[in-house]
């Protein structure tokens, strides 16, 4: 059974929506609210994640996407940062506004698979529906306290640490090294700082 899996690649699909559309902060830079073509390929890319062939979204569609993007970081900062009871309602929510529920589907390029939403629903409410039952799923397990927000100023990216012993605390090597330069950089301030107050 690929239910697992499935889920697992629509969680790996909300992650990116999330953290495209969600953090005003993000490897050390602000970011501008993702509109036009930048929405689009963001919007494709998170689905690239979720599904081998991604469907044509309108102008309509991405932009739906995007403002669920948004509003899944909000429910993933608030589950990493602890307010458990916060995330649950905002995505209980979700999940009665998109009208999830189990279906299964044909594709014309696989076999069937399970959604949760019906095949009336735009493509872009099918994949946000999964995305928000792929979070449920997530946030009601053990793994819920894997949910990270990178530990690096200025960066509020969301990762899963699937670190052995759960010691990651940034969302990419980029961060990593920024947080190591600054760190270096407060130490020699520090000891020069000493160095100037004995002589």
Same mark, same amino acid.
């Given at each position: 059974? #690929?239910?697992? !899996?499935? =889920?697992?690649? @629509? =969680?790996?699909?909300? %992650?990116?929506?999330? $953290?495209?559309?969600?953090?005003? !902060?993000?490897?050390?830079?602000?970011?501008?609210?993702? /509109?036009?073509?930048?929405?689009?390929?963001?919007?494709?890319?998170?689905?690239? =994640? @979720?599904? /081998?062939?991604?469907?044509? %979204?309108?102008?309509?569609?991405?932009?739906?996407?995007?403002?669920?993007?948004?509003?899944?970081? /909000?429910? =993933?900062? &608030?589950?990493?940062?602890? $307010?458990?009871?916060?995330?649950?309602?905002?995505? $209980?929510?979700?999940?009665?506004?998109? &009208?999830?529920?189990?279906? !299964?589907?044909?594709?014309?390029?696989?076999?069937?698979? %399970?959604?949760?939403?019906?095949? &009336?629903?735009?493509?872009?409410?099918?994949?946000?529906? *999964?995305?928000?039952?792929?979070? @449920?799923?997530?946030?009601?397990?053990?793994?819920?306290?894997? !949910?990270?927000?990178?530990? @690096?100023?200025?960066? *509020?990216? %969301?990762?899963? #640490?699937? /670190?052995? $012993?759960?010691?990651?605390?940034?969302?990419?090597?980029?961060?990593?090294?920024?947080?190591?330069?600054?760190?270096?950089?407060?130490?020699?301030?520090?000891? *020069?700082?000493?160095?100037?107050?004995?002589?």
């Amino acid at each position: 059974m #690929d239910v697992t !899996l499935h =889920l697992q690649s @629509a =969680l790996e699909g909300a %992650l990116s929506l999330a $953290n495209s559309f969600g953090p005003e !902060l993000a490897f050390g830079r602000s970011l501008k609210p993702q /509109t036009g073509e930048t929405a689009r390929t963001m919007t494709a890319e998170a689905l690239l =994640l @979720a599904i /081998t062939t991604p469907p044509e %979204l309108t102008g309509a569609e991405v932009e739906f996407m995007g403002l669920m993007g948004a509003r899944l970081w /909000t429910v =993933l900062a &608030d589950a990493a940062s602890g $307010n458990a009871g916060s995330a649950a309602a905002a995505v $209980n929510q979700m999940l009665l506004e998109q &009208d999830v529920r189990p279906y !299964l589907m044909e594709h014309a390029h696989g076999p069937w698979h %399970l959604h949760f939403s019906t095949p &009336d629903a735009s493509p872009a409410e099918q994949w946000t529906g *999964d995305f928000a039952v792929a979070i @449920a799923m997530l946030l009601g397990s053990a793994d819920a306290e894997n !949910l990270k927000l990178c530990g @690096a100023i200025r960066c *509020d990216r %969301l990762f899963i #640490d699937v /670190t052995r $012993n759960h010691s990651r605390r940034f969302c990419s090597t980029s961060c990593q090294t920024r947080a190591k330069v600054a760190a270096h950089r407060q130490r020699k301030q520090t000891q *020069d700082g000493h160095s100037q107050i004995q002589a």
